[in-house]
Structures are given as structure tokens and as C-alpha cells.
């Protein structure tokens, strides 16, 4: 993933000199995240927005998205609009954006284009940058010879035309000669603190900017837990896949900081205020941070827990497996007051603290909540033989007993809920139902 480069910059009114790090200046805060079209938002790039977002909000400044879509033939199509999609699902949605505008559009950088051209200009106008004519096949050579044969902290550029008479200039471009501009870089500035790497001396190059500034971001892989490189190919680590297996966006948030730095303690279950809260750039180190997915369950659970005893969340819950259910069993469901705010809400209640996922509850294991049993009097009998017997008990005291077992168990089995709780979800009405079929094979 990316690290952000934490420094302040200049206000929009402000003539603020710039320099390759941070200016001194304690204006607005403004950071961007800036992905690339080119696949869907995954774990990596929502770390990356999310500690930019969070440094956006504890010092009340502004997070932009701004899409780097000027490859454009490796575009994805709704690609760009996906990334926006899962930054408001996740709860981190930009300040300025592609889709929400804001006072330095357009965000869509193939737009920006001319912007970057009379910039360019500007520079080789002001002196601050120069033509540069070399060949990509010089380039290449040169690279071989001085990064490879000699050192990489020799590996830069040779500056050969960086002195080339103005007039030379003008005949290789009147030739056609392709060309790119280079910075003209500076030796012997005077080094700067970086908040997260400390002191830096880098040749730069000096110019003026006019108008609000962005931050960007600067890089540490996000490992496994094995300490390989986190990858889109491994596996499906891409947002949209967490959001249909139903995980929360705040157990994307918390489970991405917790194997990171930047706060003064390191716990499980903090969403996204208390991270805010929490969050100290003075703690940030340049390890590579490693997360182990196979904790995400147990994130999982603990946030949904969480959700299901907030009242409000609860019911998004309630929406969110109403619609699971009817997708599932379509054509099973026999009552449909198994689709009831309040038998859902019974259900999740009991089930709080044991089930890692809403999925959970529409697999085969809990479908008897939502779909009566069919069975033959010949499967009963080879269960056992006083299922007549145990049905008429059951219907003599089933109100009396399931009114002592409406709250969840705290010592139930692992793998499943009790009889007593399968019972409790149902209620007595369908108790009573089922049993009464049961007397009737």
C-alpha cells in the first residue's frame, strides 16, 4: 500500500514557495488519494485512502479523489466508478471527487491535461526545467551503464541536455524531434524533516505554486502474514468481494490499521471515529505492515455484535438479510413471516456473538429459520420412536418453556445453536406448527 507523507500546505490565497517535502505554512490540510482506473478498489489501495482520510479528519482538512486515468487503454470499464462506490460504502467517501466535484476540478486527470501542458511550459519558461531530447534507447543504455555496472545511488540521469544552447533547442523542435521535459534539479539544498522518515537531503527542484496543494503519497508494500507481497492474484482481496460476502465496512477499517502503525495502542474492534480519535502520525514507522486474513472472521464477529445492539444499525441488518433471504430461497419459503422485522431481529439477537457473517444465517445450516422441514413419517421413525410422544409434550408446555429461553446463551456449542435456541428464534406459534405437522405423518 501507500504511505501518506504527513505536512501541512499552503492556503489557496497564499503565494506559497514549495519544496519537495512540505511547506512551513499551517494552512488547510489537503490529501489525495489517486488510484488508477486501470482494476477495482482493493485491501492495499483502501489503506491507502483510509489513513488519508483519517489524517484529513483529525486535523480538519479536505480528502480528494482524484482518478489517474491518463493510460487510457488499460481503462476497466466501471472501474472508476467502482473505487467511488466502496470509499462511501467503507464510510470514507472524498471531499472532492470525480462524482461530488469541488473548487479545483476536474479530478479525472486525463482531463487536466492542457492544465499540465501550460504548467510545463511555465517551467521551461521560468527556467525551472529544460528539453529533453535523449532517446529512449540512449536512455535505456545508460541506465544499464551506471545502475547496474557502477551503482544504483548513482542512478540518475546524466543531464546531457540540460545545457543545450536555446537555438539547438529550436532546431530539434522545428525538426520534430520527440522530446519530454525535465526538471532542472538543484544541489545543495538545505535538507528537510520529513514527519515520517526524517531528515532529507534531495536535489530539487524550486517553483511556485499558486492555489491550494495536495499531499500525495509515498509507499510500504502491504504484506501477508507470511511476509509476501499481498497480491490481486492470490485471491479475491478486492473491496466489492468483502462487501458481497458480507463483510462490514468497519471491519475492513479496523482490520487494515491494526496491522499498521500510527496509534498509541493496537486493539481489535475500533471503528471509524475512534480511530480518528486515536490516530497519532508521531507513531507511524516505515515498516512494511503485515495483515493475516484469517483473523477477518473474528473482526467480523466482534463488529457485527457491535451493529446488531445499535438499534439503527440493526435494522440496515435487518434490510440487508431480509433481501439474502428472499435471493436464497426463493421458492422455498412456506411463511412469510420469516421475512418480519421483529422474528429477524430475535433471530440476530440470539445469534450475536456466534456468527462471524449475515451469510452465515442463510446457509444450510440455519435455513430451518426460514424454511419448514419436509420429512417423511419413515425419516422420523428412524430418528427415533416416541416422536409422537415428544410432539405432544413439546405442545403441552412449549409456551412455558420458550418464554425462559428468550436470551442468547453465552455457553452454547461452537458449531451451532441448542435445541433451546433453535426453538427460542422460532417462536411458539411455529414451534407449535412444526410439531403439529409432526402428529399429523
Known sequence: MWWLRFCRVGKSTLDTVVRRGCSTDQGEVRVRFAPSPTGFLHLGGL?????NYIFAKKYGGVFILRLEDTDQSRLVPGAAESIEDMLEWTGIPPDESPRRGGPVGPYLQSHRLELYRRTAQQLVEGGHAYYCFCSLQR??????????????TLCRYDNR???????????????GEAHVIRFR????????EDMIFGWNRHDVA???????????ALGTPLLNKD???????????FIHSFQKDTILPDTLLDITTHCGSGFNSNRIGRRLDELISEFNPSNITTHSALIDLEKLPEFNRIHLLRCIEDTDQCMLLIKDLQERIRQTFTTEIQNEDVLNQDYIRRVLHL??????????????????????????SQQVAAITA?????ATAVLKYVGTFLASCTQPCSSLPPHGPSVAEMMASLGPAEVSHRFQKLLQL
Not at 539547438?168 to 525538426?175: P, R
Not at 534539479?185 to 528537510?192: C, H, R, S, T
Not at 449475515?358 to 420429512?375: A, D, F
Open 47 to 51: 489503506r491507502t485512502a483510509l489513513y
Open 185 to 192: 534539479l538543484k544541489e545543495g539544498v538545505e535538507p528537510f
Open 206 to 216: 524550486q517553483v511556485r505554486l499558486v492555489g491550494p496543494s495536495e499531499l500525495t
Open 139 to 152: 536512455l535505456e543504455l545508460l541506465k544499464k551503464e551506471i545502475c547496474y555496472m557502477w551503482s544504483m
Open 351 to 376: 445469534r450475536k456473538g456466534h456468527i462471524s457473517s449475515l451469510k452465515e444465517l442463510v446457509s444450510p445450516n440455519y435455513s430451518y429459520l426460514w424454511v419448514r422441514p419436509s420429512v417423511t
Open 227 to 237: 511476509g509476501n507481497k499481498l497480491s490481486k492474484r492470490q485471491g479475491d482481496i
Open 386 to 390: 416416541e416422536a409422537q410422544h415428544i
Open 161 to 175: 541536455c540540460r545545457h543545450l544552447h536555446p537555438d539547438q533547442v529550436q532546431e530539434k523542435m522545428a525538426k
